[in-house]
């Protein structure tokens, strides 16, 4: 026998059954309470792993695929990060698929379907909403959708409520006010979804061509919760616990003279934070565009950093959830 090729000595990596084997990540509508606190403990033991040891090989026979047509720093580089820190590796089509097949007019369909016999799991991002969850029906191999247009945004809602529990140490009874672009961002709407299943109250502080969609307002009335909605930041910071500010979503308007005006809507800045309570937290997705300056930075308060790093420990948590090993 080729002694190179002697399986009895190779490692065996057992699959372990969890809640999600196999599974794709599409919407946050798969995930309840029970779900949420499973990928929040493992993703505790991601971080903590992490700053024990840096890297851990539990995914060393597993490879990703990466493949993002819309353009990304954080959720692309946090999951390259989160693969390579569990021993695993990456095809990386991150930057252009204008260099990959898709530029020769390959449908999606038929890109998952030959990445899946290079991957065991494919990360999407895309700018059609319904764009992951054609990918899943096309692939056998979990899908983890890392934003579809204006959709959602799962990976990024579960890293949000991860940080919110993490800085407040508690998410049912608080306050949570949006800001900015609730109509076109995404990561708002998996957000407001997955509160649903908290007692929350929310408000939405947004012009009024960047409103939340009306069926996503319908949604949270019939879930019975505390909800207002307002042009003005002064209405809700002194009683916000968590203030999740968003960019104005440029690239999903039609008219840029609209985008002209709605741009520059809100600051938050020092004296907007003198306002707000003492244990309150700013989050935002990133990247910012002046909502929030670099003068806000230094207050204890700024959370965004902090959040962006549990991006990394979160998806950390779901690869190895999918893929067996947690
Ligand atoms: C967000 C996104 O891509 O939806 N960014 C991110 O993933 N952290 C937010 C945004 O682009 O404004």
Redesign the pocket.
């Known amino acids: 026998m080729n002694p190179l090729f002697n399986f009895d000595t190779m490692p065996t990596r057992p699959v372990v059954q969890g809640p999600l084997t196999g599974s794709d990540v599409l919407s946050v509508s798969q995930f309840d309470r029970d779900k949420i606190e499973y990928i929040f403990a493992r993703t505790r033991e991601m971080r903590e792993m992490v700053e024990q040891a840096g890297t851990f090989d539990l995914l060393g026979d597993k490879v990703a695929a990466c493949i993002f047509y ?1 353009p ?4 692309s580089s946090s999951f390259i990060s989160a693969m390579q820190r569990l021993g695993g590796t990456v095809i990386p089509i991150t930057s252009g698929v204008s260099f990959s097949s898709v530029s020769k007019g390959e449908t999606l369909g038929d890109t998952m379907r030959v990445l899946e016999q290079y991957a065991d799991v494919i990360i999407l ?1 895309h700018p059609q909403v319904g764009s992951a969850k054609e990918a899943a029906h096309a692939a056998s191999v979990p899908i983890l959708n ?2 579809d247009g204006p959709g959602e ?1 799962p990976t ?1 809602a579960l890293l949000d409520l991860f940080t919110i529990r993490d800085e407040l140490g508690q998410i049912d009874g608080l306050k949570i006010a949006m800001v900015g ?1 609730l109509r076109f ?3 708002v709407h998996s957000l407001t979804k997955l509160l649903l299943q908290y007692d929350v109250s929310l408000r939405f502080v947004s012009p009024e061509i960047l409103r939340l969609p009306l069926n996503l307002m319908n949604s949270v009335i019939d879930a019975g919760v505390d909800v207002r909605e307002t042009h003005s930041v002064d209405d809700v910071i002194k009683n916000a616990d968590v203030l999740y500010v ?2 104005v ?1 440029k690239e999903r308007f039609t008219d840029l003279d609209q985008y002209e005006e709605v741009k520059n809507y809100y600051k938050i800045t020092a004296e907007t934070m003198e306002m707000a309570k003492e244990k309150m937290v700013v989050m935002h ?3 910012r565009v002046g909502e929030i300056p670099d003068a806000v930075d230094s207050d204890p308060r700024a959370a965004y950093f902090r959040q ?1 790093k549990n ?1 990394m420990f979160v998806r950390m948590a779901l690869l190895a959830a999918v893929l067996g090993r947690a």
């Open positions: 819309e990304s720093t954080r959720t991002r890392a934003g945004h990024q672009d961002g995404r990561t968003t960019r979503q997705p990133l990247p962006a991006g």
